[in-house]
């Protein structure tokens, strides 16, 4: 299996542009999570999809942010407008069951906003 | 929500002698207990992962032991190679959701 597939690697953008970023969960896992890493706030999770269903978004640190699952291989999260302070690792994570299994990451998108 | 807290934040040891990280948590409903090695410029992997009903579990040079009681869990790693030195992170799973800690960095000094 290719494992969790994450696209792009590198995203430089400008303040105020959208951004995209994809994933391709590993097939067969039935919950997809998007993460993001940075120094000063660790790992955090910002939404968490279960058979295509966003269950826990709370982490979306606001309507900037959106994510999407349309189907079982395919994950997007977009933000719009981007600003520089969402500079950060972002990764993408799949397993099969819930959160109470281990977790496959994705190799991560570094975005830049400048 | 599940609040997870690690120390000491920065591990160095020399190479052989061994190193154990600490983290506690919060919510007495979390019943999955998962660290996960980083490595410079890569992904978090998972290591080794206990379950609310152990108490200790053991994988050749890891091993991860668990106080429900007090709520702490710890990491210890053994015979400490060079190829240890990395950031890790244990996290903990209730109420359907998994919570990280902010990570730990380990330096094994050769």
């Known amino acids: 299996d290719a494992g969790v597939i994450q696209s792009p690697r590198h995203e430089v953008t400008e303040m105020g542009q959208e951004v995209t970023l994809r994933c391709k969960p590993i097939?067969?896992?039935?919950?997809l999570f998007w993460y993001r890493q940075t120094m000063m706030r660790g790992l955090e999770l910002l939404i968490y999809?279960?058979?295509?269903?966003?269950?826990?978004d709370s982490g979306m640190p606001e309507d900037r942010f959106s994510a999407k699952m349309p189907n079982a291989s395919f994950s997007t999260l977009k933000i719009q407008p981007s600003e520089p302070r969402d500079s950060a690792v972002y990764f993408c994570?799949?397993?099969?069951?819930?959160?109470?299994?281990?977790?496959?990451f994705g190799p991560g998108t570094r975005l830049t906003v400048t | 929500g599940e609040n997870v807290e690690q120390h000491p934040s920065t591990l160095s040891v020399q190479e052989g002698d061994s190193a154990v990280i600490k983290c506690t948590y919060s919510?007495?409903?979390?019943?999955?207990f998962p660290w996960y090695k980083q490595e410079l410029g890569k992904r978090p992997q998972l290591i080794i992962d206990?379950?609310?009903?152990?108490g200790e579990k053991k994988d050749q040079r890891i091993a991860v032991t668990l106080n429900k009681t007090a709520k702490h869990f710890s990491l210890h790693i053994t015979e400490t190679q060079p190829e240890d030195s990395a950031v890790y992170f244990c996290?903990?799973?209730?109420?359907?959701?998994?919570?990280f800690g902010k990570g730990n960095q380990v330096v094994v000094i050769p």
């Open positions: 994570a799949s397993t099969l069951g819930t959160g109470g299994s281990e977790q496959y």
């Open positions: 206990i379950r609310s009903n152990v």
């Open positions: 996290a903990a799973y209730g109420n359907n959701r998994l919570a």
């Open positions: 097939s067969g896992h039935n919950s």
């Open positions: 919510d007495s409903a979390s019943n999955y």
């Open positions: 999809f279960n058979n295509n269903v966003p269950i826990d």
